[in-house]
T-cell receptor
Framework: DGGITQSPKYLFRKEGQNVTLSCEQN?????MYWYRQDPGQGLRLIYY???????QKGDIAEGYSVSREKKESFPLTVTSAQKNPTAFYLC???????????????FGQGTRLTVV | KQEVTQIPAALSVPEGENLVLNCSFT??????LQWFRQDPGKGLTSLLL?????REQTSGRLNASLDKSSGRSTLYIAASQPGDSATYLC??????????FGSGTKLNVKP
């Protein structure tokens, strides 16, 4: 059963802590993405990766870090430098968009991060 | 920076009504446009994908159109049902690597 798995579903962070959100896909997609969603707003791109061992900053990368050591995995770390981390985080994947235009994005079920 | 706008932010209709959701984008150099559905607290479910060379796509009661020259896409929902209640988002793919999202239209279909 192919898809994208995000874990955990809910995550609580104390002030000054780093936390890591997991994203795994078995769709054999090259490209993976992390988005942040705040209430009443659209999705904003944090980081994206088009190939293993390479990733690019999105529009709101400050306070976040990622790694792409395996094709299937793209974990996101929310560092203590991110001053307002409470949000809904969504991971997505697609075939490498540079290979053509028939690029459909698929999403996981999200992780809700709350600062306590 | 590419901008994607969805109006209205919320829409309430009686069951059975046909409706249109709007999506506009500022940059016509769009490679494709995708419509999603999001239920509360959930991820996004892909509904329809329109490539830049296409003008529309259909799936069941849903029909999406794309007009690059005017910077607009519409999602038409026929014979709406209470189960259609959700937030609908559109996203444009630019530069072969970035999807830009609208803020969504929250639809409520009343029984």
């Amino acid at each position: 059963d192919g898809g994208i798995t995000q874990s955990p579903k809910y995550l609580f962070r104390k002030e000054g802590q780093n936390v890591t959100l997991s994203c795994e896909q078995n769709l054999n997609h090259d490209a993976m993405y992390w988005y942040r969603q705040d209430p009443g707003q659209g999705l904003r791109l944090i980081y994206y990766s088009q190939i293993v061992n390479d990733f690019q900053k999105g529009d709101i990368a400050e306070g976040y870090s990622v790694s792409r050591e395996k094709k299937e995995s793209f974990p996101l770390t929310v560092t203590s430098a991110q001053k307002n981390p409470t949000a809904f985080y969504l991971c997505a994947s697609s075939i490498d968009p540079s290979t053509g235009m028939n690029t459909e994005a698929f999403f996981g079920q999200g992780t809700r991060l709350t600062v306590v | 920076k590419q901008e994607v706008t969805q109006i209205p932010a919320a829409l309430s209709v009686p069951e059975g009504e046909n409706l249109v959701l709007n999506c506009s984008f500022t940059d016509s150099a769009i490679y494709n446009l995708q419509w999603f559905r999001q239920d509360p607290g959930k991820g996004l479910t892909s509904l329809l994908l329109i490539q830049s060379s296409q003008r529309e796509q259909t799936s069941g009661r849903l029909n999406a159109s794309l007009d690059k020259s005017s910077g607009r896409s519409t999602l038409y929902i026929a014979a709406s049902q209470p189960g259609d209640s959700a937030t609908y988002l559109c996203a444009g793919l630019y530069n072969f690597n970035k999807f830009y999202f609208g803020s969504g239209t929250k639809l409520n279909v009343k029984p």
